[in-house]
């Protein structure tokens, strides 16, 4: 599975677009990008998933270039309750889907 | 109504003790994955089961064995507990593949914390 880099950790206030960026460079053709969100003592949630161009839903967007090689999650207008951990996961989605979970990016938001 | 449950929330026992972990989902998933997130936050998949057959099993310790009495439940039991085993639990589920995006959801965790 293509390994993933993201920062560590950002920091934001209410109020404002996030944008986070992931790296993949060695992207396989038949590789989705999820996005996972994890607030404390809670598993993972399913945010976003995208292939190419950008997918947009009701709570981010998701952006990725023609080359594939890296993506954005963004997220407009962060409350406090967006402060958690996103995990962007690079794989096929075909056959038994075995998530591979990076460090992720710790986002805190500040009032 | 919750999509996937784990009991028990919280698990405390000694090193050396037998115990397990149970795991339930009421999504009519075929695919269950059991997780392990260590202290240092990191998230690794255990194993995975589709339609009660084994299908990932992620070289870990033969003292860990996952059972699936049915496709809604998927549980863990580990012999011997270790200090090292000490972390939290994550179940999980899915659709089977070629079937959606496989999103996965995945239950409340159980920590687990061995003395």
């Known amino acids: 599975l293509a390994k993933t880099t993201q920062p560590i950790s950002m920091d934001s206030y209410e109020g404002q677009e996030v944008n986070i960026t992931c790296s993949h460079n060695?992207?396989?053709?038949?590789?989705?990008i999820t996005w996972y969100q994890q607030f404390p003592s809670q598993g993972p949630r399913f945010i976003i998933q995208?292939?190419?161009t950008k997918v947009t839903n009701e709570v981010a967007s998701l952006f990725i270039p023609a080359d594939r090689k890296s993506s954005t999650l963004s997220l407009p207008r962060v409350s406090l309750s967006d402060t958690a951990v996103y995990y962007c996961l690079v794989g096929p989605t075909r056959g038994f889907q075995k998530l591979v979970f990076g460090t992720g990016t710790r986002l805190l938001v500040s009032p | 109504d919750t999509a996937v449950s784990q009991t028990p929330k919280y698990l405390v026992t000694q090193m050396g003790n037998d115990k397990s972990i149970k795991c339930e989902q009421n999504?009519?998933?075929?695919?269950m994955y059991w997780y392990k997130q260590d202290s240092k936050k990191f998230l690794k998949i255990m194993f995975s089961?589709?339609?009660?057959?084994?299908?990932i099993n992620e070289t870990v310790p033969n003292r860990f064995s996952p059972k699936s009495p049915d496709k809604a439940h998927l549980n863990l039991h580990i012999n011997s507990l270790e200090l090292g085993d000490s972390a939290v639990y994550f179940c999980?589920?899915?659709?089977?593949?070629?079937?959606?995006?496989?999103?996965?959801?995945f239950g409340p965790g159980t920590r687990l914390t061995v003395l």
């Open positions: 999980a589920s899915s659709r089977p593949p070629g079937q959606g995006n496989h999103e996965q959801f």
């Open positions: 999504l009519g998933h075929d695919t």
């Open positions: 995208g292939y190419k």
């Open positions: 060695n992207i396989a053709t038949n590789d989705y």
């Open positions: 089961y589709n339609n009660k057959e084994l299908i």
